[in-house]
């Protein structure tokens, strides 16, 4: 989720990845084949599917299954062709929503999310419409106490991050892309444990929402989450706590 806000990785995220083992293992499943088309079957010479192999082996994915989805991906064994597709539109209020799909039938899903969008308040829009509101940055949520505020960041910055903010009850290092690996691993050196971490899409500007089209923008979320081929959303809304928690 990246509608970096007060609530947006917590509350309502750690609630629905328990809730949703199974779709994590099909969205880290598409990852790995995807990453591997795309930049080859060699971790080591690729950077993304590096990434998504340690993120399958921290959800406790099967080494065999890692293997075959690489494999399919190379070509080495035959299965589902991934088209990578990004999509753009807008929630309730005007909220701007930037989705990361992979895809083996591209008329299917566009006619799928189309739908969702229009249930729920919002409407599928063309090509660049919402995605200059985003920037792609490294994101890292870590515990609260994993460390002081001062030794974070000095690991962060020290390894090249932009930023470390306070969210309430986590920490939120942002980074340029290029630079998400190397302050990734300063944590891992220093024993430092992540909430999450990944390279996203974080909004310029945000949209405060409260009452029903905050109700119905999470709505909206959550269907497009449960989309098979939907791997990543980006948002620009914000909900503060005391209303998200009202809503749920």
Same mark, same amino acid.
């Given at each position: %989720? ?11 995220? @750690?609630?629905?990845?328990?809730? @949703?083992?199974?779709?994590?293992? !099909?969205?880290?499943?598409? +990852? ?43 070509? +080495? *064994?035959?299965? =589902?062709?991934? #088209? ?27 006619? +799928? ?5 229009? @249930? ?5 829009? #063309? ?27 000095? *690991? ?5 991050? #932009? ?5 309430? #009850? ?23 444990? !992540? ?18 089209? =905050?109700?119905? %923008? ?13 791997? @990543? ?16």
């Amino acid at each position: %989720m990246s509608g970096h806000s007060k609530w947006h990785t917590i509350k309502h995220k @750690k609630g629905a990845l328990d809730a @949703k083992r199974g779709k994590i293992t !099909t969205r880290l499943v598409k +990852e790995l084949t995807v990453a591997a088309r795309v930049g080859g079957g060699d971790p080591a010479a690729n950077p993304r599917l590096r990434k998504a192999i340690a993120d399958a082996k921290a959800e406790n994915i099967p080494n065999d299954t890692i293997e075959r989805a690489i494999k399919r991906g190379t070509g +080495e *064994i035959e299965g =589902a062709a991934y #088209e990578e597709i990004i999509y753009e539109g807008y929630g309730p209020a005007g909220v701007a929503v930037l989705l990361e799909a992979a895809t083996d039938n591209r008329n299917r899903t566009v006619s +799928e999310l189309r739908h969702l969008f229009s @249930k729920n308040g919002g409407n599928l829009g #063309e090509t660049g419409s919402v995605s200059w509101l985003f920037d792609p940055k490294g994101v890292i949520t870590l515990e609260k106490d994993v460390k002081s505020e001062e030794e974070l960041f000095e *690991i962060a910055v020290g390894a090249g991050a #932009e930023d470390l903010r306070d969210l309430g #009850e986590y920490w939120e290092i942002q980074t340029q892309p290029e630079a998400f690996d190397a302050v990734l691993a300063a944590l891992k050196a220093a024993g430092v444990p !992540t909430v999450s971490a990944d390279i996203t899409r974080v909004p310029k500007t945000f949209v405060r929402l409260e009452g029903k089209d =905050a109700q119905q %923008m999470l709505k909206l979320y959550d269907a497009l989450d449960d989309h098979d081929d939907v791997q @990543k959303i980006s948002t620009n809304f914000e909900i503060e706590d005391a209303e998200f928690d009202r809503l749920k």
